[in-house]
């Protein structure tokens, strides 16, 4: 694999999901994270470094739960039906239609997929899988892609929060390609790095996302892997897309290279990411320390890697509405994540909610279901970080 420019955003908390504190054990507290934009596909891509990879195989046979799994809990429920109500609007009628999806966990979605008429298929490397194919009496493979036995080509193949983990994405595009039929359909969604980039949201960078997705790289690098009609939709939330593409009538996969040009427009991005994601964080943690000092301060919905950055992870309190997550860390040697209805009873002046693309969405759940007092002050992450910190607020 041809490399090229390599951008350094320095030692990275090594986030691997949600886990009880005791589990953190042989998990590495920072590792470095570097990106460079792979000549082959355009997209910004992590460097996998021996000590990355083996960090990474010893989280995912450990298991981890980046965010709410598809289908459980109100989070995970929304987002499957927003999924799949996106899906049936480009895809139309299921009946009858062979379907695989890459990432199925327990197979929430297949379920449902089937009871429309599709005639679906998992892939899902962990036990869950398994688990969930019997529950739901659905096939769910467990080897990787290109060693699957599938003896017909699909209609259509699906994902969600999948495809920013594969290592190799060219090849596992290409194989993709080769099991769909004529006119298939490819349907993924992604976090969508533009917002990322927009919002500088600190917490979306992550060792287990080695792929990064914005609208243009994405559609750049289907149409250069011999797909058509790509599209890409952000989601209703904005932190996500669907990436839509088809596999077109053309027996022979027709190529186009990625320019020069091309990678070096997003190097220059992502160099300038870089820098401004370094200057932030400083004033971020100047105003962090601010609010510390002021009294109690909690995060709402993440915030693990700003504040462990800060070196104030250790001085803040995490909360959520998410039970899976509850009596959890976001990282090893961080306080527990406590339920958001227990705001209320705690020593907190300044809640901050990072996941501020539901901002109204949270904010009137705190305020309407778990009481909230008027007394907490209520912040968007994305607005702190991006406003002048050092005035925000002069009263601490």
């Not at 062979?98 to 929430?108: F, M, N, Q, S």
């Not at 190097?267 to 000092?293: A, C, D, G, Y």
């Not at 109690?296 to 899976?324: E, K, T």
């Amino acid at each position: 694999m041809k490399t090229v420019e390599t951008i350094n955003f320095g030692n990275y908390p090594f986030f691997v999901g949600v886990r009880a504190p005791m589990d953190f054990t042989e998990i590495p507290s920072n590792l470095p994270f570097n990106i460079f934009i792979d000549e082959v596909s355009g997209l910004p891509t992590l460097e996998l470094t021996e000590q990355i990879r083996n960090a990474l195989s010893l989280a995912y046979n450990q298991g981890s739960m980046l965010s709410t799994p598809l289908g459980m809990g109100r989070l995970g429920a929304s987002r499957m039906e927003e999924f799949i109500t996106a899906f049936l609007a480009y895809m139309g009628d299921l009946n009858g239609k062979r379907i695989l999806e890459i990432g199925c966990g327990e197979g929430h979605m297949l379920a449902r997929l089937r009871d429309m008429g599709a005639d679906v298929v998992g892939l899902e490397i962990g036990p869950q899988g398994k688990e969930g194919g019997k529950k739901y009496g659905i096939e769910v493979i467990d080897v990787p892609l290109e060693q699957a036995p599938f003896l017909e080509p699909f209609d259509a193949i699906i994902s969600y929060g999948c495809l920013e983990h594969i290592i190799g994405i060219t090849s596992f595009i290409d194989e993709c390609r080769n099991i769909l039929k004529n006119e298939g359909v490819m349907f993924h969604s992604v976090p969508n790095t533009d917002n990322t980039i927009n919002r500088l949201r600190f917490d979306d960078l992550c060792h287990q996302h080695v792929n990064y997705f914005t609208p243009e790289t994405a559609e750049r690098f289907f149409l250069s892997r011999g797909y058509e009609r790509t599209a890409c939709e952000p989601t209703l939330a904005g932190n996500e897309m669907y990436m839509k593409s088809k596999r077109g009538s053309n027996t022979t996969q027709v190529l186009s290279p990625i320019s020069n040009e091309e990678i070096s427009i997003e190097i220059e991005k992502w160099r300038s990411f870089s820098e401004l994601l370094s200057e932030r964080k400083s004033k971020f943690s100047s105003m962090l320390t601010q609010l510390v000092n002021a009294g109690g301060v909690g995060l709402y919905g993440g915030g693990h890697v700003i504040s462990q950055m800060s070196g104030l992870g250790q001085s803040v309190s995490y909360y959520d509405s998410d039970p899976l997550k509850f009596g959890k860390s976001w990282l090893a040697g961080l306080s527990t994540i406590r339920a958001a209805s227990s705001l209320p009873d705690d020593s907190i002046k300044h809640l901050v909610i990072c996941a501020d693309h539901h901002m109204e969405a949270i904010t009137k759940y705190l305020q309407e279901e778990a009481n909230v007092p008027e007394s907490i002050q209520l912040h968007g992450m994305s607005e702190l970080i991006a406003s002048d910190l050092h005035d925000k607020f002069p009263e601490a």
